[in-house]
T-cell receptor, first 114, second 109 residues
């Protein structure tokens, strides 16, 4: 059974650009959540989706958005990139309806903003 | 004060030693997760607890809901256990996941 797949694994952008990250959950998992990890702030919750609906959202500005498709794949978008957006972005999938089950993480997408 | 506190922040051990990592939280929770992160970033879920105790191989996790405290124990530690261990709680009120700052463990042969 394939794990959680995140693409791209690494990317470099410049300030002001926008970026889209993709997450394919484990087959059969309908819950997907996103997290940002930085050396200064550690791991922080971004969003959570179930069956194409955003169920929960962390304390991030509106530049951070996401969506989930009918096949459970999810994307997150960051517009007008800032230097502080440089981070490892992780997604996790779960079989629970409200992401209340065990979490399975992808390897992450490492974003560098110059 | 952080809602999830882990101790110690850094831990060094000799192979074979018994390891304990602690997690205290100040919010009402529906579940607590113990996660392992190796250099390079990938995170593996070790345990999800809402009460009592769970064991998997050399790893044991316990939680005391009344005292708002959880511990992760590693018996017979091995250099491959070297990683960052992260405690995360799912809050009862907001249903969001809040993370501790992690405990960096190094096990030397």
């Amino acid at each position: 059974k394939a794990g959680v797949t995140q693409t791209p694994r690494y990317l470099i952008k410049t300030r002001g650009q926008q970026v889209t990250l993709s997450c394919s959950p484990i087959s059969g998992h309908r819950s997907v959540s996103w997290y940002q990890q930085t050396p200064g702030q550690g791991l922080q919750f971004l969003f959570e989706y179930f069956s194409e609906t955003q169920r929960n959202k962390g304390n991030f500005p509106g530049r951070f958005s996401g969506r989930q498709f009918s096949n459970s794949r999810s994307e997150m978008n960051v517009s007008t990139l800032e230097l502080g957006d440089s981070a490892l972005y992780l997604c996790a999938s779960s079989s629970g309806q409200r992401n209340t089950g065990e979490l399975f993480f992808g390897e992450g997408s490492r974003l560098t903003v110059l | 004060k952080n809602e999830v506190e882990q101790s110690p922040q850094n831990l060094t051990a000799q192979e074979g030693e018994f390891i304990t990592i602690n997690c205290s939280y100040s919010v009402g929770i529906s579940a607590l997760h113990w996660l392992q992160q190796h250099p390079g970033g990938g995170i593996v879920s070790l345990f999800m607890l809402s009460s009592g105790k769970k064991k998997h191989g050399r790893l044991i996790a316990t939680i005391n809901i009344q005292e708002k405290h959880s511990s992760l124990h590693i018996t017979a530690s091995h250099p491959r256990d070297s990683a960052v261990y992260i405690c995360a709680v799912r809050t009862y009120n907001t249903d969001k996941l809040i993370f501790g700052t992690g405990t960096r463990l190094q096990v030397f042969p």
